[in-house]
């Protein structure tokens, strides 16, 4: 089935460094959703793209969808320490047939040291 | 507005017990969906529903059975648990009106199977 290959798996920063993460794939996605999950919670969705080359923040956290619609990137700016958890990216591939479903990266897992 | 919800948050079960994971939602939401998440292997899915009364398998139905009797409840089932499906489960559900503008899938908080 089709994949959503997330780099870097893990990443350890201090408090105040900017951190870049990405979610690429071989088949093409209309719509980029980003997660993040805390210890013993559920996925809280962070950020939705809907269009290819879109740029969307919410509050430190910038993704935008990329121009070819296999990938997608999200930044956070100025890290703090409740920014560690475990950042996913999902999205409906336009093969798979139908579009209630999604598939989901493995995730990156962030660490921030104070 | 509670979202997504799901009983029990925790459970331990023997071998060969039966149990049924209750999740509800509030948003008016048609689809809902059941997934698993073991350590890196990421979210799997279990079970998915598109309407009240509909279900279909997922990544890794083996094992489990759902319903969806209400539009707001599903419900996942174990008849005879094995130790290969201690794992945390979650729910999920989104609208049925194409991935446009605020479409997404909620995620219910989870619940911690543990099958001895």
């Known amino acids: 089935g089709q994949q959503l290959n997330q780099s870097p798996q893990s990443m350890f920063i201090q408090e105040g460094e900017d951190v870049s993460m990405n979610c690429t794939s071989s088949?093409?996605?209309?719509?980029w959703l980003w997660y993040k999950q805390d210890p013993g919670e559920g996925p809280v969705l962070l950020i939705a793209l809907y269009k290819a080359g879109e740029l969307t923040s919410n509050g430190r956290l910038t993704a935008q969808f990329g121009i070819t619609r296999k990938d997608s990137f999200l930044n956070i700016s100025a890290s703090i320490p409740s920014d560690v958890g475990i950042y996913f990216c999902a999205g409906p591939p336009l093969t798979q047939g139908g579009s209630e479903k999604l598939v989901f990266g493995k995730g990156t897992k962030l660490t921030v040291n104070p | 507005n509670a979202g997504v919800t799901q009983t029990p948050k925790f459970r331990v079960l023997k071998t060969g017990q039966s149990m049924t994971l209750l999740c509800a939602q509030d948003?008016?939401?048609?689809?809902m969906y059941w997934y698993r998440q073991d350590p890196g292997m990421g979210l799997r899915l279990i079970h998915y529903?598109?309407?009240?009364?509909?279900?279909a398998k997922g990544e890794v139905p083996d094992g489990y059975n759902v319903s969806r009797l209400k539009k707001q409840n599903f419900l996942l089932g174990l008849e005879s648990a094995a130790p290969s499906q201690t794992s945390v489960y979650f729910c999920?559900?989104?609208?049925?009106?194409?991935?446009?503008?605020?479409?997404?899938?909620?995620f219910g908080p989870g619940t911690r199977l543990t099958v001895l």
């Open positions: 999920a559900s989104s609208s049925a009106r194409g991935w446009t503008s605020g479409t997404a899938q909620y």
């Open positions: 529903s598109v309407g009240e009364g509909t279900t």
């Open positions: 088949s093409i996605f209309n719509t």
């Open positions: 948003m008016n939401h048609e689809y």
